[in-house]
């Protein structure tokens, strides 16, 4: 099938199956979601275990090559990925998709380990193309596929209509700000529908969304939402030719706080900073496309064969921030522990591993690797800690010279050089005239300094105290600072009510802090 895919200064004529992997997450309120399958948190994508999961996956055409779609879960799984993106039709433009059909769909998925994201392909470009379906019409068909649905929340996604709105007048027929009220009214009536699964929204622009429409709206769109479980989806083509316009886009989300994918992309000029920017800031991505295209250049494989990768498959999964290197099976399919003595269940689990992930960390020991998560931070590793979240996971601090200028830090000390440029950047002054205490445990009243300073500035000066936690009396040496760690939603205490200041901060403690603080993916 052809179809158009336009971008502001040109159309492009290609065959779209678009799987855009999209890891929409499952019921949720809005107070909390239900841990029952894939929810929104902030900006992250949470499975039912409530652990971070980034999409890394790849778009399969099952509606137009359902012979193949087997074998390409089984080969895509060997490759790597956590994702299929599912081509699927309500009808109106190719044979319907049936619930029986649907429910094999997802058990392959199961059963490769994929999480599975469903797209009705037939609203392709609605408002420039006569022939495709509305979102309404969308709707309608999952609901009658319900029956497949229902239950598979932990595993399945919901992407309602790819690319609901093609070219703007006047080329196109009807304006895309329709798009706003139709998307809300999708969500509302699968919503009553019963259908309590993560909803994924393609933007308008066949995707591209370069007028900003979802962009701009996607805040209103996602609070209209009862479960407030909706994840955005971009597809970046020809209108994203500088790095600087994919980076802006994915910042315009990343800085409000709202969840996001790039549900399609190709073999472009910009795949290189598509990849990266996803990366380096904890979002998904799912290529265009396994094999099957009328374009045989935004194929991976050549005849859904796994051993003639093509240049854009061997760029996607084995380049530079490609799938192979970053892709984390989602961990409903019981993935193992990163950590031998971090259990999926361990409370503070989710941040432990955003840690590592960051780099931050590399844990406590390698044979096995553990994290030593109840053991306490001392103040010479907090200073490596802190500057690695300060200037990334690849900084290193200059040479110490002849002298660290604490009496107690010798020049060889393991972290002399992370010790004096912590004092360099005005951190920390120590624990007393001329020393640092470099072996003491680090207090939760002095972590609420470290964290504020790096976060703010060296000169940065709280607000006084009112008297927030019933431990922290005003006048205590470090109320403000404990209180503004609260205020910032760092910290919630230690109990209710409570913060226990002169408690030793410990390992998993210290992820938590270290994730809020610097907002990690």
């Known amino acids: 099938m052809k179809i158009l895919r336009f971008g502001l200064q040109f159309a492009k004529l290609c065959l779209i199956v678009v799987l855009s992997c999209l890891f929409a997450l499952g019921p949720g309120s809005t107070v909390r979601a239900s841990s029952s399958g894939f929810h929104v948190s902030g900006r992250l994508l949470l499975d039912a275990n409530g652990n971070n999961f980034v999409m890394r996956g790849i778009n399969v055409p099952h509606n137009w090559w359902p012979d193949e779609t087997s074998s390409s879960f089984q080969n895509i799984k060997a490759k790597g990925a956590n994702t299929v993106r599912v081509v699927l039709s309500s009808g109106q433009s190719w044979e319907k998709n049936s619930a029986s059909?649907?429910?094999?769909?997802?058990?392959?998925?199961?059963?490769?380990?994929?999480?599975?994201?469903?797209?009705?392909?037939?609203?392709?470009?609605y408002g420039h193309d006569p022939t495709a379906s509305t979102l309404a019409q969308a709707v309608a068909y999952w609901i009658e596929i319900k029956s497949a649905l229902v239950g598979q929340e932990a595993y399945v996604i919901i992407n309602i209509g790819n690319e609901p709105y093609g070219e703007p007048p006047p080329d196109g027929w009807k304006d895309t700000s329709f798009w706003i009220s139709d998307t809300m009214n999708a969500i509302a009536e699968l919503r009553a529908a019963g259908l309590q699964h993560m909803l994924m929204v393609d933007g308008p622009d066949w995707g591209q969304d370069w007028e900003y429409i979802m962009s701009d709206n996607a805040a209103s769109i996602l609070n209209s939402d009862p479960l407030r479980n909706i994840v955005f989806s971009i597809h970046m083509y020809g209108v994203y030719t500088f790095d600087s316009e994919v980076q802006a886009y994915v910042a315009s989300f990343v800085n409000a706080g709202l969840p996001l994918v790039i549900g399609e992309f190709g073999p472009v000029n910009q795949t290189d900073a598509i990849m990266a920017t996803a990366q380096a800031n904890g979002?998904?991505?799912?290529?265009?496309?396994?094999?099957?295209?009328?374009?045989?250049?935004?194929?991976?494989?050549?005849?859904?064969?796994?051993?003639?990768?093509?240049?854009?498959?061997?760029?996607?999964?084995?380049?530079?921030?490609?799938?192979?290197?970053?892709?984390?099976?989602?961990?409903?399919?019981?993935?193992?522990?990163?950590?031998?003595?971090?259990?999926?269940?361990?409370?503070a689990n989710n941040y432990i591993n955003r840690l590592y992930a960051a780099g931050i960390t590399g844990g406590c020991s390698t044979t096995p690797l553990s994290y030593c998560p109840e053991n306490t931070v001392t103040r010479a590793q907090m200073a490596v800690f802190l500057l690695k979240g300060i200037h990334g996971s690849s900084y290193t601090p200059p040479a110490v010279g002849a002298s660290t200028g604490f009496t107690d830090v010798a020049t060889d000390y393991w972290a002399a050089a992370w010790i004096k440029q912590l004092a360099a950047e005005g951190i920390t002054g120590g624990c007393g005239t001329g020393v640092y205490c470099p072996d003491a445990t680090v207090t939760r009243a002095q972590m609420a300094i470290f964290l504020l300073r790096t976060k703010h500035g060296s000169s940065y000066s709280p607000p006084a105290a009112?008297?927030?936690?019933?431990?922290?009396?005003?006048g205590y040496w470090a109320d403000k600072w404990i209180e503004q760690l609260a205020v910032e939603g760092i910290t919630g205490g230690c109990g209710t009510g409570i913060y226990c200041p002169d408690s030793s901060v410990t390992r998993a403690q210290m992820a938590v802090f270290l994730v809020k603080n610097f907002s990690l993916p």
């Open 466 to 474: 009112t008297g927030v936690f019933t431990d922290v009396p005003v």
């Open 283 to 347: 979002i998904g991505y799912l290529g265009w496309v396994w094999s099957g295209d009328f374009d045989p250049e935004l194929d991976m494989v050549t005849n859904f064969d796994p051993n003639q990768e093509t240049s854009w498959g061997n760029r996607i999964i084995h380049g530079l921030n490609g799938i192979a290197s970053t892709s984390q099976e989602a961990s409903i399919y019981g993935s193992a522990a990163v950590f031998s003595d971090v259990p999926l269940s361990y409370w």
């Open 101 to 125: 059909d649907v429910a094999n769909v997802i058990s392959l998925c199961k059963a490769n380990k994929l999480v599975c994201v469903l797209e009705v392909h037939d609203t392709t470009g």
